[in-house]
């Protein structure tokens, strides 16, 4: 068993971070083409980068290629989780909450719960948290109805 994803493992893409990007292991980055070049950007359901593909396995600053886990285990340590994945607005002192659905929230974080988004905004699910340390990427979009 492999310690990290390293492209080109499947379930991995390795964009440019796009100018002004900088990001942390566990953000969701989304891809958007520019000029026919991939540029990785944080997600961020207030800039219309909602298009999420997947999470960065490591942390990268504007200009750098980062690896982005687009579906399979992710694995941080708490402190990693701790640096983007909040619980209900809240930012987490314990890693992820297992059992919990995480979303795109904003400036490349993430968030469990639905209710800091508007009836009509798209809410990008990212994965499902199985420990305080591990998570099952599998990016999907759902609508807020109500």
Same mark, same amino acid.
């Given at each position: 068993?492999?310690?990290?994803? @390293?492209?080109?493992? =499947?379930? &991995? &893409? &390795? ?6 990007? %900088? ?9 958007? #083409? ?12 207030? @800039? ?5 593909? *997947? ?8 200009? +750098? +290629? ?8 992710? /694995? ?5 989780w701790?640096? &983007?994945? =909040?619980s209900?607005?809240?930012?987490p /002192? ?8 995480? %979303? ?8 469990? *719960? ?10 990008? #699910? ?16 759902? =609508?807020? %109805?109500?």
């Open positions: 068993m492999s310690q990290g994803p @390293t492209a080109p493992e =499947y379930g &991995v &893409v &390795v964009p440019t971070l796009a100018a002004g990007v %900088s990001c942390h292991a566990g953000s969701p980055i989304a891809i958007e #083409n520019v000029g026919g070049v991939g540029y990785g950007y944080l997600g961020n359901k207030h @800039t219309g980068n909602t298009l999420v593909c *997947g999470l960065a396995t490591e942390p990268a600053v504007a200009g +750098a +290629a980062v690896p982005v886990m687009t579906l399979g285990l992710l /694995t941080l340590t708490e402190a990693q701790n640096e &983007v994945a =909040y209900g607005g809240a930012a /002192t314990t890693g992820l909450v297992p059992g919990a659905i995480y %979303s795109m929230y904003t400036s490349g974080l993430l968030n469990t *719960g639905s209710g800091s988004y508007s009836v009509g905004d798209l809410i990008w #699910n990212v994965g499902i948290a199985l420990s305080a340390t591990t998570m099952l990427i599998s990016p999907f979009p759902v =609508y807020k %109805s109500n």
